[in-house]
């Protein structure tokens, strides 16, 4: 998400420039809108005779209609929805809510770019096992997940202009410090979000440096910072790292 007068920065173009092809968490060229509804529907959505307030219990349920209500929609359309992707909702219309657009993230601009310049685009993962990490995840993690997601929605309302400024910057130790309380206040929910995924994705990263393309990967910025990030686990497998 970034405003749609966000520009990129003159780094990314860059890098953009010069590599053959692109890399992200998912392959977003290939991205059908159906099978991601469809992946969405399976994982996303509580059995029948079950219901988001009755895996909630009341007072967090109040809390998290309360959010729903100041974001615009009504709780009842978080109903079915399993607490992790009530929660991802919440955060995305309240993003938009704050004039921040989908469609104009660094991945759907770098993937418009690439299908017109004929730039081929991988995934480290697929839209199936992205989703599942979070589908996984226990009940009472879920949960975890939904009411930090429904509290981090007012320190973004706060913080954002600084955390895009700090990303703008590539000022790592301001990203670091902003983004690590989810990850030090519930490590069990984020571990498998973050740590887990890094180190699953460095042999396919490392790959790469042994082909005569130049490449471009591009993943969230959580997971290039902090402990046990993409860069640091690179860098002790001996890689050496330059920030542009």
Known sequence: FLSPAEKLPAAIDAAYEDAEALVMEIDMDDLDPLEMQKVALELGVLPAGETLQKHLGDDAYATVAQKAREIGI?????????????????????????????????????????????KQIEGLESLREQLGILAALPDAQQREFLMYSVEDT??????????????????????????AEGMEKYPKVYRPLTVDRNRKWIANIERLLDDQDDYLVVVGTLHLVGDDSVIELLEKNGHRIKQH
Request: net charge negative; proline share 4%; aromatic share 6%.
């Open 74 to 118: 009504e709780p009842a359309m978080l109903d079915r929805f399993r607490p992790w992707f009530a929660a991802l909702t919440l955060v995305q219309l309240h993003l938009m809510k704050m004039g921040l657009d989908p469609n104009s993230g660094v991945e759907q601009r770098l993937a418009v770019r690439a299908a017109s310049d004929g």
């Open 154 to 179: 007012e320190r973004a309302t706060r913080e954002i202009d600084t955390m895009i400024k700090a990303w703008r910057s590539g000022d790592v130790e301001a990203l670091d410090r902003l983004l």
